[in-house]
């Protein structure tokens, strides 16, 4: 299988096309058909099928594609969205979100684990998958993704939104770190113990940074987090 990206010089903030090539015989299953714009190949190398009750439910989404070649399709990107295709080798023991996934090739199997009570009432998620076999999946993630290795001992605290995918043998607890201010004003950590490594996207954006470049007033921000209700009242 071949992949090639291709976006515009003209536009940088616009979205990048994906142009998928298989050869004769390579299967791809993929979970996003709608975002196909072109395909070139024998008419009968796309089969379109409902996901079973578990795919419904983790992707939100009823049909998925899957492709045969010798073909190859375009699939569009929205702005702002990256795709990252990762190998998967027999062992491999990282727990993904089933959210990101694009797409999957033949021989990759999917197991799911079931995230702890406390864990699911604060961060409002239920499972995380474990792919097994050998193949390679393709993760839509917002901005770029960084791989961090992690310690024993000493935790590695992450932003929840931003945690792409970790050991199954991890150690994670729900925490914030910092003084009193610093703990009062962060979202959700992972404080994440173990080995191996995660991966992280950078993209969430809580439109903080934007709204400090667009207003280059100090004192009205201080008024607004000084004065009750300051937020709404003072633009």
């Known amino acids: 299988m071949q992949l090639e990206w291709q976006q515009s010089a003209t536009l940088p903030h616009g979205g990048q096309a ?12 993929m979970l996003h058909p709608g975002q196909i714009i072109a395909y070139e190949g024998p008419s009968a190398g796309r089969n379109d099928r409902l996901m079973d009750v578990k795919g419904m439910y983790r992707k939100r989404n009823l049909i998925r594609a899957d492709f045969t070649g010798p073909c190859r399709f375009v699939s569009s990107l929205p702005p702002g969205f ?15 979100d089933f ?8 021989g990759i199997t999917m197991q799911t684990r079931l995230l702890k ?33 992690l310690h024993p001992n000493q935790p590695i605290y992450v932003d929840s939104r931003s945690l792409l995918a970790y050991p199954e043998n991890a150690d994670l607890r729900l925490s914030v770190y910092g003084n009193h201010l610093a703990s009062q004003h962060m979202h959700y950590q992972w404080a994440i113990t173990g080995s191996g490594s995660v991966l992280l996207h950078s993209g969430h954006d809580h439109g903080e940074l934007e709204e400090h470049l667009e207003d280059n007033s100090l004192f009205k921000r201080i008024l607004r987090e000084v004065i009750p209700f300051g937020g709404i009242f003072i633009k």
């Open 82 to 96: 990256n795709l990252i295709p990762i190998r998967i080798d027999a062992g491999s023991d990282l727990l993904y």
């Open 99 to 106: 959210r990101h996934l694009f797409y999957y090739t033949a």
């Open 18 to 29: 994906m142009i998928v090539k298989l050869a004769e015989a390579e299967k791809l299953h």
């Open 117 to 149: 009570l406390k864990n699911i009432l604060i961060t409002r998620d239920i499972i995380k998958v474990k792919f097994g076999g050998e193949g390679e999946i393709g993760l839509l993630t917002r901005g770029a993704v960084v791989e961090l290795e």
